[in-house]
T-cell receptor, first 111, second 114 residues
Framework: DQQVKQNSPSLSVQEGRISILNCDYTNSMFDYFLWYKKYPAEGPTFLISISSIKDKNEDGRFTVFLNKSAKHLSLHIVPSQPGDSAVYFCAASAGADGLTFGKGTHLIIQP | DTEVTQTPKHLVMGMTNKKSLKCEQHMGHRAMYWYKQKAKKPPELMFVYSYEKLSINESVPSRFSPECPNSSLLNLHLHALQPEDSALYLC?????????????FGQGTRLTVV
């Protein structure tokens, strides 16, 4: 049973537009959420995080929104750039017991 | 220094070999993790060390043997691996028991078992 779900395997967005990546979770014990970006043959790079006590966290072009009642979070990238093309993983944790990852969304930024 | 350093970056080993993967961090993190990542799949948790003690073993075969000799180092000893063990092995670290704790990953060791 997948506790963290990213239902869109891929997403294509035009350069300069907004990219919105979505993530749903089922475990109500998750209290911390993270987005990772991963290039092929490299380890994931931490991107942005949000605690369950917040509903929004912003870092430059990246904003993560958390809707606890819907058990849903999303990552917004504005404006999208070619270097943003990568696989984005949503991950969640409850305490220090490691991370549960979604299956990833392949974001493709088109010129 | 927000780096998690993994060595070697690439490793090719035979099924009868014994090798070790190493992971090092100097951020004062007291939780360290090993993940295994197959192609086009998210990393899967293997082991968690908390305060240098093994706290989670996700039913990993005994041919993988973790070791945490001190708070900065995490090793993964490999023996008698199978070709299906070929994968990217990721180490991560984080603080323990604090809100807003990010996990930092190393770049991984790409392991090929022949």
């Amino acid at each position: 049973d997948q506790q963290v779900k990213q239902n869109s395997p891929s997403l294509s967005v035009q350069e300069g537009r907004i990219s919105i990546l979505n993530c749903d979770y089922t475990n109500s014990m998750f209290d911390y959420f993270l987005w990772y970006k991963k290039y092929p043959a490299e380890g994931p790079t931490f991107l942005i995080s949000i605690s369950s006590i917040k509903d929004k966290n912003e870092d430059g072009r990246f904003t993560v929104f958390l809707n606890k009642s819907a058990k849903h979070l999303s990552l917004h990238i504005v404006p999208s750039q070619p270097g943003d093309s990568a696989v984005y993983f949503c991950a969640a944790s409850a305490g220090a017991d490691g991370l549960t990852f979604g299956k990833g969304t392949h974001l493709i930024i088109q010129p | 220094d927000t780096e998690v350093t993994q060595t070697p970056k690439h490793l090719v080993m035979g099924m009868t070999n014994k090798k070790s993967l190493k992971c090092e961090q100097h951020m004062g993190h007291r939780a360290m993790y090993w993940y295994k990542q197959k192609a086009k799949k998210p990393p899967e948790l293997m082991f968690v060390y908390s305060y240098e003690k093994l706290s989670i073993n996700e039913s990993v075969p005994s041919r993988f043997s973790p070791e945490c000799p001190n708070s900065s180092l995490l090793n993964l000893h490999l023996h008698a691996l199978q070709p299906e063990d070929s994968a990217l092995y990721l180490c991560a670290s984080s603080q323990v028991g604090l809100q807003n704790t990010e996990a930092f990953f190393g770049q991984g060791t790409r392991l090929t078992v022949v």
